[in-house]
């Protein structure tokens, strides 16, 4: 499969058919909780050098299974390869996440919009996430600590069910060691070896010291969790049009075509998944949209 | 009764974030029967089932709040920290703690006599209703966030 | 006659008595012919090998939830309105194999489906049909979809002015019809008087312009042209339906809350037939079909509906629940949220909706009972 010219920054891997996926190798798989692990998939040679905006996804396709939506999680500059986190829940999840080393991975991507990072330059950043919603904002984190003094204050706070399901736990001890940087982390429920705190995320926010006049904030997590966050926010004086989320509903193709993932006017997969507050809140209210 | 070490700041009622535009008098009233309280790591501010004596408002460190259960190792369901306050156990009967409350960093807190701050209430219905109307959004905020929780939203 | 003189733009006149001449023309510049005929108590899409395939002297009465042939009292081969298939099962094929895969040493190689076929003539297409087509034209091109690009490609459009109104055609109010004014290859306006019977064609393509070149096509008189557009005038007044377009888009998009919602959802069976009839809806589906041996793989698309109740699914559960979440999503989308994705309504006004409809929901009635108290609120409280 010969590639064009290097792509540009968002659009896609070349290949020979919109749907066709490519195979990627699986270079290393590292467990991250009981049910999610991260995989660095390389690309075969000849793919122009990978690039994709923060906040972007692949379709992951496992041989025989089926194809799922899975945001980047990981830069490519160094490594030249996409990483992936992804929990096993369905039958195709379960497929990505037991692939071994060697093993090959299709790749289809990168699809949707990303966060705006360059909205952010030289304001506060508040990233809010949950559960899985780590791995989409990941990158964003990156960028950020890649030219750390083009941002202001960086207040993080990730939530998850339990302190076994924080993902990347080595990475937050080292970025919570670091002092121009808050990483705040906080569970649904703990035991009795966790010193941390318990409670939902907008629990944390009074603790976060962010200027709401000079401050973006990008949220990622489930729904609810960030349409309170969201509102927590505006309450401490963000205007909704400096406020991110990244919406997930039902993907299929990842061309716009398919119609699963419709919200309102909007395709998920191509308008989306990164969406503006102030654009979207009016069909964040209605039910079962 | 601990020994207040003259070095460090007292703790004042009007310092903390539950009590912000209370009435100068009204906070004198309480501060009468407000006792500074601290607790080491992993001490117990409050057990469950104990009497609900006093109204514990948290200036420093962190507390979770526990619940033992024999069949299941010890969980905890919430921290709380400093501009919280911890409970409402003492306002009505039977005035017993439901849950245990542990400091998981040194905490200091002002914790006011149950039974003087119903005593005022009571006699200042004015006050008492203010007072009720701030403790009740704490409740409510409090339940909310539960709620989510009982969601599991990070769950499978 | 040669080819030179037959030009776009050119009206002219074919004898009932030549059409099988003109269907000849078709098949020997090497397309297959598609168009109606009667099957199952329809008239349906099908391969149309000789001129008696087509529903001669049938005519189709429509009306909500209820469609039914009858026989008229003369010959027209193309006296009824449209039936329960679209042309989209040609463009957009209800199965279609996307990619076969197949593993290899360490790996996969995918070889997508090839898209070359014979040319394929369409024949009786209504006006709607064609604004249908040019619908998903943009559709299939937002998403460069090359399985439709090359078939859409290779497609010829015979065009038919309606003589006619169906029972539940709305094409006017949606500004699709019933006039063919324009992507057609060739028109054709049947005219059937004492005595007479013959099509006067209007050649819209070079492509329709050689097939009409080997037929005999006399030019048309402006009394014959006149009279052509007088039926296809008519038809225009006789719409039985009309749907008021004025700020559709905002009048559903800020009404999600509306009462009417749950009165048209309580009757909604989410049975799926307007999205299999409609011109233009598009969802899909892509499933992967491996082998026994698990060394191959196709992937196929199919048609899918967002009235399925795994249509909207996340994580284990479906986002629009309810039927009315359901027939809202159709709805707006359908004329509504379409205009903001592809700049037009999604909906021509073909009546199939209606028609195909077992309990007979009609969309006009619906945006009308919208239209009339749009700020309706639904009664709250429990009885007394």
Known sequence: MAPEAAVPSSGPIASPHPWAPVPFTLRRRSAETADTVSLVLEPPSGVAPLSFRPGQFNMLYAFGVGEAAISISGPTEESGAFVHTVRSAGKISQALATAAPGEVVGVRGPYGTGWPVEEALGQDVVVVAGGLGIAPVRPILYEILGRRTAYGRVEVVYGARTPMDLVYYEEIQRWRARTDLRFQTTVDTAGRDWYGDVGVVTTRLPDARFDPEHTVAFLCGPEIMMKLTAQALEARGVRDDRIWLSLERNMKCALGVCGHCQFGPEFVCRDGPVFRYREIRRFLAVREL | ?156 | MSAEEVAVGDRRLVERSDFGAFLGAIRLAGYRVVGPTVRDGAIVYGDIADESDLPIGWTDRQSAGSYRLERRDDAALFGYAVGPHSWKKYLFPAHERLFTAVRTEGSFAVTPEPTDGPPIAFLGVRACELAAIAIQDRVFAAASDPGYAARRGRTLRIAVQCGVAGGTCFCASMGTGPAVKRDHDLALTEILAPGRHYFLVEVGSPAGARILATVPARPATAEETAGGEAVVAATARSMGRTMNTVGIRDLLVDHPEHPRWQIVANRCLACTNCTMACPTCFCSTSEEVPELSAEKVERWRRWDSCFNSGFSELHGAAVRKTHLARYRQWMTHKLATWHDQFDSSGCVGCGRCITWCPVGIDITEEVAAIRADPQARAPTGGSP
Request: proline letters at 8%; a positive charge; glycine letters at 8%.
């Open chain 2, 1 to 156: 009764m601990s020994t207040r070490d003259p070095t460090v700041p007292a703790l004042r009622l009007a310092d903390h974030k539950f009590f912000h535009g209370m009435s100068g008098e009204l906070l004198a009233v309480l501060g009468e029967h407000a006792h500074p309280r601290r607790f080491e790591t992993g001490q117990l501010l409050v057990r469950e089932g104990d009497p609900a004596d006093e109204f514990l408002v948290l200036f420093e460190g962190k507390v979770a709040l526990e619940i033992l259960s024999p069949d299941r190792p010890r969980t905890t369901i919430q921290t709380l920290g400093p501009g919280e306050v911890l409970g409402w156990s003492w306002l009505f009967a039977p005035h017993r703690w439901r849950l245990d409350a542990r400091a998981l960093k040194p905490t200091r807190a002002l914790g006011i006599g149950a039974a003087h701050l119903r005593a005022t209430l009571e006699a200042r219905p004015a006050d008492g209703y203010r007072f009720l109307m701030r403790l009740l959004p704490v409740i409510a905020q409090r339940l909310e966030n539960t709620r989510l929780q009982l969601m599991d939203l990070h769950g499978p």
